[in-house]
Structures are given as C-alpha cells and as structure tokens.
C-alpha cells in the first residue's frame, strides 16, 4: 500500500474529473480500503506494538480510511462504519495492562480505539499479548511465565470467538 502523503489526502477533495493520473491511482487505493471495509462485518486486526503505538503501515492505511465525507459525517462527527465487530489482536514486547507500571506508556490502544471510532467502528474487542520480549531480552526473563501465560490467555479467547488466524 502507498503511504499517503499531505498531497494524497488532500486529493481526495479534489472532484475525479479534475485528478492528475497520480491522485486518480491514490484515490483509487482509498476508495478499494474503504470499500473493503464497507463490503465486510467482521474486522481482525494485527496489531504489533512499536515504540509505545501503531506500525506506520497501519498509521498509513488508517490515513485512508478516515476520510470526511467518506467514513464520517464532517459536520456530525458520525462514523458511517457502524454495525460492524471489530477485533484488534496485539503483541507486545512488555506489560502496558492497566495497574502495571507501563500503562501510561499505552499509546497504541487508545489510538486504535480513536481512530476506528471515528469512522463508526464502537465494537472494539482487544486481545493482548504481552511481554513477547520476555523469551529475546535477558533482563525481561524474569517475566517468561506472564508472557507463556499471556500469550495462552489471548490464544483462549480468540479460540473462543473463533477469529480466523494464520
């Protein structure tokens, strides 16, 4: 997926007769991850925790995907994604659990939440998987047991919601 720039997201306001071919190709993108979405009642979502938040791959396609006018009422503020379950499943190299000295570091669930509730997706389910460090990081192996436990907690449950995987 192209990662946008200022100028590709700006071109989605320009009317498609007017588009050079490049903002046409961008726009097209968009409109093909908006339509997926659209097409879709099921959402899972990947998410691995990098420096305390998202990819930037998936920081690029969420810039495609909340679009005023398109996902949202711009007056309003009114996701038109709505209807829709969504399940974030997310990996991460410490604890950031509420209670646990990291939890203010937590910046990846909170955007995520944000960012999809702008667009109307309110039925956000989040499954963790922490301290995947703990088996790569000497000083993290005191932690191995809460990762394994973790780790098993989140395979349960996405065997309990039978969320495809793999």
């Known amino acids: 997926m192209p990662y946008p720039d200022l100028p590709s997201l700006a071109d989605a306001f320009i009317p498609p007769g007017e588009r050079t071919p490049e903002q046409a190709a961008s726009a097209a993108v968009t409109e093909r991850l908006i339509a997926d979405l659209e097409a879709a009642d099921t959402y899972v979502f990947g998410v691995p925790m990098y420096n305390f938040s998202v990819p930037a791959v998936f920081?690029?396609?969420?810039?495609r995907i909340v679009l005023p006018g398109r996902?949202?009422?711009p007056d309003t503020r009114e996701g038109k994604l709505t209807g829709k379950d969504v399940t974030v499943i997310t990996a991460r190299g410490g604890s950031y659990a509420p209670g646990t000295p990291r939890a203010p570091f937590d910046f990846q669930e909170p955007?995520?939440?944000?960012?999809?509730?702008q667009v109307g997706l309110r039925d956000i389910r989040f499954l963790h998987a922490?301290?995947?460090l703990a088996h790569s990081m000497p000083k993290l192996a005191?932690?191995?047991?809460?990762?394994?436990?973790s780790r098993a907690r989140a395979l349960r449950t996405i065997e309990e919601l039978h969320v495809p995987v793999g």
């Open 130 to 132: 922490e301290m995947t």
């Open 111 to 117: 955007w995520i939440r944000a960012a999809l509730e």
């Open 59 to 63: 920081k690029s396609w969420v810039d």
């Open 142 to 149: 005191q932690f191995k047991q809460l990762a394994e436990e």
């Open 71 to 73: 996902t949202f009422d």
